[in-house]
């Protein structure tokens, strides 16, 4: 399998595709906006220690002077569970103003507060957590197998031993590690190690305040979480982002350094391999299969569901063919499109009904086939009588859809807004219950133009029938601006 990853970038936006033998496979998009302090280190100069509230105020360099209590003072920590007793030391028994300090950003600053620091710090690369200061192993408690837990952690003893950093901190094995090897657990320790080095080095080198380490940006995490073994080229469209990737690779894959390539084609980057088309439909609820049937993708908050249609084809003269067909070709493109949207939790999926058992046996040998290449772990244990297949996927982050969309303003997330005709009705009951409250009132009615119409035409009789109870006399009047469910009814 070759693999190439498309790097596209505009100020405030970078967008990542990963391409399999051509064919585009993953999506990922961040936006400068929603990213943070939370986990930027820095050298920080402590401006005010105040021993009332255990905490001091820390200049980051930040618009905002940052905020460490003395809970989060590493120094503090140790002491304690050094001596194994409770000592009522205080704040001012480890911090003074002036002092220099090494800290990381665990909250982000919010209304007038600046951010919440620690001073007990933390770096990650994809399956691990290095804690300089600790001297524990852990593992992420949603691995919950005995015995992955189990061989992680021998794995992860065994690559430290290997690497020589027995004595080196703690470390956590994240979730993503599920399923890694040795290999990998090494080559991310010594990203670790290289990373740690380097930020000890600016702290003793620079002046406080300032930033030393930030999270990597999306390009870079990426390219370091691929393997690079597969990674066969990164092109790359914008030449800042590329010089990051070179001075990336260049201090921690070196490897990677002669697959970086700066793309120079007239066409747009995504456009010309296929990723915009893909990004475009990864948005849609409907997807169309090349035999003529389709997809529809719905996703709720607790999970996704997703229908299959035979659509207009007809196929051969055999219909059960034709139906075994189109599952097929639903099966391959369910597989594709969960991880294209990153759709994470249970997704059911609806397909068409099939008698024949051999063919169900076909249909779920050619899905748990498909899911099987998603580098994100997948469960799937059969389908139900009902032809019916429930998936569990890893949710890692956002989906697509939650990064590039927001709810929609008319109909809040429903899916569906009250039809003209039903506003009709709502406002001939709205019309009898105010013209109650006097006696031969006159009401001028304003809505949507549609509904206008509805009641002009076709609902005519129904508002008439009100207004000849209640003897009310009723203006209609179309309001081009109101939405299909806003009306108002008023008494003149
Ligand atoms: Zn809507």
Redesign the pocket.
């Known amino acids: 399998m070759s693999e190439t990853l498309l790097v596209n970038a505009l100020p405030g936006e970078m967008r990542v595709a990963l391409l399999e033998n051509g064919e585009v496979r993953e999506i990922h998009i961040e936006r400068s906006a929603g990213r943070g302090l939370v986990g930027n280190i820095y050298s920080g100069k402590v401006v005010r220690v105040l021993p009332g509230m255990q905490a001091a105020f820390v200049d980051i360099g930040a618009e905002r002077t940052g905020f460490i209590h003395q809970s989060d003072l590493a120094e503090a920590m140790s002491a304690k569970s050094g001596n194994g007793t409770e000592r009522h030391s205080a704040i001012g028994d480890y911090l003074r103003q002036g002092q220099k300090l090494l800290v990381q950003a665990t909250r982000g600053p919010l209304g007038d507060k600046g951010a919440r620091l620690s001073s007990s710090l933390s770096l990650s690369s994809r399956c691990l957590v290095f804690l300089p200061g600790s001297a524990r192993l852990g593992i992420s408690q949603r691995i919950d197998a005995a015995a992955e837990r189990a061989r992680l952690l021998s794995c992860l003893r065994e690559a430290l031993a290997l690497e020589g950093l027995g004595e080196s901190g703690g470390y956590i094995l994240r979730t993503a590690a599920e399923g890694s090897d040795l290999a990998t657990l090494r080559a991310e320790l010594r990203y670790l190690q290289r990373l740690w080095a380097r930020v000890r080095r600016c702290s003793q080198e620079s002046t406080a305040p300032g930033l030393l380490y930030a999270d990597l940006p999306l390009h870079l995490r990426i390219v370091r979480d691929r393997a690079a073994s597969t990674l066969e080229r990164v092109l790359v469209d914008h030449p800042p982002s590329l010089q990051e990737l070179r001075d990336f690779c260049g201090e921690y894959l070196p490897e990677l350094c002669e697959r970086l390539q700066a793309y120079r084609g007239e066409r747009p980057l995504f456009e010309s391999f296929g990723a915009e088309v893909a990004v475009r439909e990864a948005l849609e609820r409907r997807v169309e299969l090349d035999c003529g049937g389709f997809l529809v993708i719905d996703q709720t908050e607790s999970m996704t569901t997703i229908d299959v249609n035979t659509g207009s084809f007809v196929g051969g003269a055999d219909p059960v063919e034709t139906v075994l067909q189109t599952n097929l070709e639903a099966a391959t493109m369910v597989a594709r499109q969960l991880r294209l949207r990153n759709l994470g939790g249970i997704i059911v999926i609806d397909f068409i009904d099939m008698s024949g058992r051999e063919q169900r046996r076909q249909l779920e040998s050619a899905l748990r086939e498909s899911l099987q290449r998603d580098p994100s772990p997948t469960t799937f244990s059969g389908m139900s009588d009902l032809g019916l297949a429930i998936v569990s996927r890893k949710l890692t982050g956002k989906n697509l859809l939650q990064t590039l969309g927001e709810e929609?303003p008319?109909?809040l997330g429903?899916?569906a807004?009250k039809s003209a005709r039903t506003i009709c009705y709502d406002i001939a009951r709205e019309v009898n219950r105010v013209a109650r409250t006097g006696e031969k009132v006159e009401l001028l009615v304003q809505a949507a133009p549609a509904v206008v119409a509805l009641l002009r035409g076709e609902e005519a009789p129904c508002l008439a029938q009100v207004c000849a109870a209640t003897a009310a006399r009723v203006r209609l009047q179309p309001e081009p601006l109101y939405g299909q469910e806003h009306f108002d009814i008023a008494m003149l």
């Open positions: 929609c008319r109909c429903r899916g807004i």
